[in-house]
Protein backbone atom coordinates (compact mmCIF):
# COMPACT_ATOMS: atom_id res chain seq x y z
CA UNK A 1 0.00 0.00 0.00
CA UNK A 2 3.09 2.45 1.13
CA UNK A 3 4.70 1.82 -2.50
CA UNK A 4 1.21 2.64 -4.31
CA UNK A 5 0.85 5.87 -2.74
CA UNK A 6 4.11 7.17 -2.74
CA UNK A 7 3.96 6.17 -7.07
CA UNK A 8 0.22 8.48 -6.69
CA UNK A 9 2.24 11.04 -4.76
CA UNK A 10 5.23 11.18 -7.71
CA UNK A 11 2.37 10.96 -10.64
CA UNK A 12 0.63 13.91 -9.10
CA UNK A 13 3.94 16.11 -7.92
CA UNK A 14 5.21 15.60 -12.27
CA UNK A 15 2.07 16.43 -13.21
CA UNK A 16 1.77 19.50 -10.79
CA UNK A 17 4.82 20.50 -12.28
CA UNK A 18 4.06 19.91 -15.96
CA UNK A 19 1.00 22.47 -15.59
CA UNK A 20 3.24 24.96 -13.50
CA UNK A 21 6.14 25.41 -16.63
CA UNK A 22 3.04 25.57 -18.93
CA UNK A 23 1.60 28.63 -16.68
CA UNK A 24 5.24 29.99 -16.61
CA UNK A 25 5.84 29.56 -20.63
CA UNK A 26 2.03 30.88 -21.09
CA UNK A 27 2.57 34.13 -19.17
CA UNK A 28 6.77 35.15 -19.30
CA UNK A 29 6.09 36.96 -22.80
CA UNK A 30 3.30 39.11 -21.49
CA UNK A 31 5.10 39.72 -18.14
CA UNK A 32 8.87 39.77 -18.24
CA UNK A 33 11.54 40.36 -15.32
CA UNK A 34 13.26 43.08 -15.64
CA UNK A 35 15.94 45.44 -13.29
CA UNK A 36 14.74 47.01 -10.30
CA UNK A 37 14.82 51.01 -10.65
CA UNK A 38 16.76 52.87 -8.04
CA UNK A 39 13.61 53.94 -6.09
CA UNK A 40 12.40 50.14 -6.05
CA UNK A 41 16.33 49.17 -4.87
CA UNK A 42 15.78 51.54 -1.81
CA UNK A 43 12.31 49.83 -1.10
CA UNK A 44 13.96 46.38 -1.42
CA UNK A 45 16.40 47.56 1.12
CA UNK A 46 14.42 48.87 3.61
CA UNK A 47 12.28 45.35 2.98
CA UNK A 48 14.33 42.76 2.81
CA UNK A 49 11.70 40.37 3.70
CA UNK A 50 10.15 41.39 0.03
CA UNK A 51 11.72 38.79 -2.85
CA UNK A 52 9.60 40.55 -5.46
CA UNK A 53 6.67 42.11 -6.82
CA UNK A 54 4.35 42.75 -10.03
CA UNK A 55 5.37 46.15 -10.69
CA UNK A 56 2.60 49.15 -12.35
CA UNK A 57 4.45 48.57 -16.01
CA UNK A 58 3.65 44.70 -16.06
CA UNK A 59 7.43 43.65 -15.73
CA UNK A 60 8.31 41.35 -12.95
CA UNK A 61 10.85 42.67 -10.27
CA UNK A 62 12.66 40.76 -7.91
CA UNK A 63 14.80 41.85 -4.73
CA UNK A 64 18.59 41.58 -5.18
CA UNK A 65 18.23 41.84 -1.10
CA UNK A 66 16.09 38.92 -0.48
CA UNK A 67 17.70 35.35 -0.88
CA UNK A 68 14.43 34.01 -2.92
CA UNK A 69 16.29 35.70 -5.65
CA UNK A 70 19.58 33.83 -6.05
CA UNK A 71 17.93 30.07 -5.73
CA UNK A 72 16.59 29.58 -9.49
CA UNK A 73 14.21 27.03 -8.32
CA UNK A 74 12.52 29.28 -5.60
CA UNK A 75 13.48 32.84 -8.20
CA UNK A 76 11.17 30.63 -10.74
CA UNK A 77 8.72 29.98 -7.90
CA UNK A 78 8.74 33.73 -7.43
CA UNK A 79 8.56 34.81 -11.10
CA UNK A 80 5.69 32.80 -11.47
CA UNK A 81 3.65 34.23 -8.51
CA UNK A 82 4.23 37.36 -9.46
CA UNK A 83 3.32 36.88 -13.14
CA UNK A 84 0.00 35.15 -12.09
CA UNK A 85 -0.65 38.22 -10.29
CA UNK A 86 0.27 40.35 -13.05
CA UNK A 87 -1.91 38.38 -15.12
CA UNK A 88 -5.40 38.62 -12.42
CA UNK A 89 -4.84 42.50 -12.06
CA UNK A 90 -4.60 42.61 -16.14
CA UNK A 91 -7.86 40.49 -16.40
CA UNK A 92 -9.17 41.66 -13.57
CA UNK A 93 -10.28 38.34 -12.02
CA UNK A 94 -11.52 38.24 -8.94
CA UNK A 95 -12.15 35.65 -6.01
CA UNK A 96 -14.87 35.85 -3.44
CA UNK A 97 -13.18 32.91 -1.28
CA UNK A 98 -13.02 33.81 2.64
CA UNK A 99 -9.88 34.69 4.12
CA UNK A 100 -8.29 33.10 7.12
CA UNK A 101 -7.24 34.89 10.05
CA UNK A 102 -4.43 33.75 10.32
CA UNK A 103 -3.81 34.13 6.57
CA UNK A 104 -4.51 37.85 7.15
CA UNK A 105 -1.99 37.96 10.19
CA UNK A 106 0.96 36.59 8.37
CA UNK A 107 0.51 38.44 4.69
CA UNK A 108 1.33 41.64 6.33
CA UNK A 109 0.39 45.23 6.48
CA UNK A 110 0.21 46.27 2.86
CA UNK A 111 -2.88 43.17 2.57
CA UNK A 112 -4.64 44.91 6.22
CA UNK A 113 -7.32 47.02 3.95
CA UNK A 114 -6.68 45.49 0.43
CA UNK A 115 -8.66 41.83 0.50
CA UNK A 116 -8.52 41.44 -3.44
CA UNK A 117 -4.79 41.61 -3.19
CA UNK A 118 -4.88 39.33 -0.38
CA UNK A 119 -6.71 36.94 -2.39
CA UNK A 120 -4.67 37.33 -5.35
CA UNK A 121 -1.58 36.93 -3.76
CA UNK A 122 -3.06 33.50 -1.67
CA UNK A 123 -4.12 31.71 -5.17
CA UNK A 124 -0.71 32.89 -6.67
CA UNK A 125 1.20 31.32 -3.49
CA UNK A 126 -0.55 27.96 -4.04
CA UNK A 127 0.18 27.64 -8.02
CA UNK A 128 3.59 28.55 -7.27
CA UNK A 129 4.42 26.03 -4.70
CA UNK A 130 4.53 28.54 -1.52
CA UNK A 131 3.46 27.43 1.69
CA UNK A 132 3.63 30.49 3.55
CA UNK A 133 -0.15 31.49 4.25
CA UNK A 134 -1.31 27.48 4.22
CA UNK A 135 -3.00 25.96 5.40
CA UNK A 136 -5.67 27.11 2.17
CA UNK A 137 -8.85 26.04 1.88
CA UNK A 138 -10.82 24.03 -0.50
CA UNK A 139 -12.45 27.46 -2.08
CA UNK A 140 -8.93 28.65 -2.08
CA UNK A 141 -7.28 25.63 -4.15
CA UNK A 142 -10.57 25.42 -6.34
CA UNK A 143 -10.08 29.21 -7.35
CA UNK A 144 -6.39 28.35 -7.81
CA UNK A 145 -7.38 25.57 -10.19
CA UNK A 146 -10.49 27.86 -12.05
CA UNK A 147 -7.39 30.85 -12.63
CA UNK A 148 -5.16 27.50 -14.42
CA UNK A 149 -7.81 26.80 -17.06
CA UNK A 150 -8.75 30.18 -17.33
CA UNK A 151 -4.93 30.83 -18.50
CA UNK A 152 -4.39 27.55 -20.53
CA UNK A 153 -8.00 27.24 -22.00
Avoid at 32 to 40: F, G, K, N
Avoid at 79 to 96: A, G, P, S, T
Wanted: hydrophobic share 35%; net charge negative; aromatic share 8%.
Amino acid sequence: MGEFTQMTTDALAEEHRIVIDKLHNQLIGKYPERQPSQDELSFFYQRPEVAGYAADDRAVVVSPFNDVGRDQMKRKSLLLNERLRQYMKDNQVNFDFDIEPDQLYSAGPEYQENPTMLRETIVSRILSGDPSLEPYSLQQKEAAKQLVRRILQ
